[in-house]
């Protein structure tokens, strides 16, 4: 079953409930107010009589009182000691035979039915000294009777009015509501219907992109998006990020394959170009053997360099998480300082500034970073260049700067060395062993420790990498 049919069908149900129990409701205080009404016009005209014979005093002042009707429909029986009649109103014949006694002593129900009985009344009948009943007329028609008792020649007053108006009224009111009901549950079926189409339009529409996307493998598929901003829209214009993201992530997977196999294709070359030549010159001079054997060592260490690198930005999109422990960074610093040593030629090494400075984070990575910053600086700085460090604190931070002389890099690719492969002009002329990994990796360290990486240069005015990682706030155990 569709979700469109769903929700006609829960749009159906629910109104159909709704009109059904609004319905009863009006049925009931409907019903209730009129029999309500009628016991209050009984009652109302039985004090009234009594009132009269109470200051008048004489059967023919009631008469002449009661020659004219009270209300419409409504009659009044005067019963003497005896239980003779009296007194009575013109229209008092059609009033079926009732024992005003009997009535008091055992008062009927209310008029309307128990559904009826279950809305509250819109003023309180009180029957006071008096009693209501019920009697049956000859023809089957229902009579609302009222039972006052009196004093002295008059022994009851009985007031009387026929039901058979408001039973019928009642009646047509009842057997109205399924009709009202099946009205209201058709009528929301068939708007529902048009109203979860319209709305749910937003939904075909992703659905019919998420098919095209399929078949043809493309994320450059986007939902027209309304100008609403109801929930469905947003979720268009959400499917419509979420497009973007996967297209420029499969671009840059797309990117990265191809620059990596760019990238391994060079040294395996040169590895597979002097081992065909030491092959097929076994006999070449010494000298030259041996400069091949360098060259296809060198290819080796820069594929095996590669390969790590491609396995650090591995671990780093698998999302895996580094070791939390405390490190002195200092002593990492002067750790790497002393390895990257072996890397200068003619360069001059040198720590401006350093404090002692703990943190929380793996050291093995910490010690990878400093290496890849220092790498960077030797390689683009040339002879007889200076690379500085420092390590300070600032306020809650360590700050880390690693400053060369070098080549610097110019402002258009300042904002493009983070991303993997990429290299500037001259670092593809002066360096073209390197990667174009370094940076990223050292990035995705740096943001693992939770701080951040600037890199501030300027071309021919070398360049400085500001490293701030939080500092450790646990305290030595």
Known sequence: MSLRLRLALWYGGLTGLVVFLVSMLSYAAHSRAQYDDLDRQLESAAHHVAGVHATAGTSDELAAMLAVPLAPNLAVRVYGPAGAVLVASPNAAAVPEADPAAVLARPSQPAFDALAGLAPPFAAVDAGRGAFGLAAGPDGSRWRLYVLPGNGAVQHL??????????ASVLAFRRLIPLLTLVGIVVSFVGGGLVAGRALRPVALL????????RSRSFRQRVPVEGGRDELSQLAATFNEMLASLEQAYQS????????????????????????LLERQPTMPTEEQREAISEAIREARRLARLVADLLALARADAGVALRRERVELDRVLMDALSEARHLARGHRLEVTTIEPV???????YLKQLLLILLDNALRYTPPPGTVALSLRRNGTQAELAVRDTGVGIA????????ERFYRADPAHTRNPGGTGLGLPIARWIVQQHGGDLVLTSAPQQGTTATVRLPLRTQPDR
């Open 158 to 167: 009985l007031a009387a009015a026929p039901l058979g108006s408001i039973d």
């Open 207 to 214: 659905t019919a992109t998420a098919r095209a996307i399929a």
């Open 411 to 418: 402002a258009a690719d300042l904002a493009l060395v983070f």
């Open 358 to 364: 703990v943190i929380a984070g793996d050291q093995d």
């Open 253 to 276: 997977q797309q990117r990265f394959v191809a620059d990596a196999s760019h990238e391994l294709r060079a040294p395996l070359t040169a590895i597979q170009g002097n081992l065909e």
